[in-house]
């Protein structure tokens, strides 16, 4: 989703969801299962924040 929005994703989103992403790749390579719930959560939420910004960015560009 961020490779196909790249123009679309306001810097700032981008630094938050980098970093998730790469903690929830990390993870997954172990067994903590607590820790790749805890990554996944984390991601899942800077993904959604990254959605609204694009939709409202989206509904303000005619």
């Given at each position: 989703?961020?490779?196909?929005?790249?123009?679309?994703?306001?810097?700032?989103?981008?630094?938050?969801?980098?970093?998730?992403?790469?903690?929830?790749?990390?993870?997954?390579?172990?067994t903590?299962?607590?820790?790749?719930?805890?990554?996944?959560?984390?991601?899942?939420?800077?993904?959604?924040?990254?959605?609204?910004a694009?939709?409202?960015?989206?509904?303000?560009?005619?």
């Amino acid at each position: 989703m961020l490779r196909e929005n790249d123009d679309k994703v306001p810097g700032g989103m981008k630094t938050d969801v980098e970093p998730a992403l790469a903690e929830v790749r990390k993870t997954l390579e172990g067994t903590d299962v607590d820790a790749i719930r805890s990554g996944a959560k984390k991601l899942a939420q800077t993904s959604q924040k990254m959605s609204a910004a694009i939709y409202a960015k989206e509904r303000r560009t005619p």
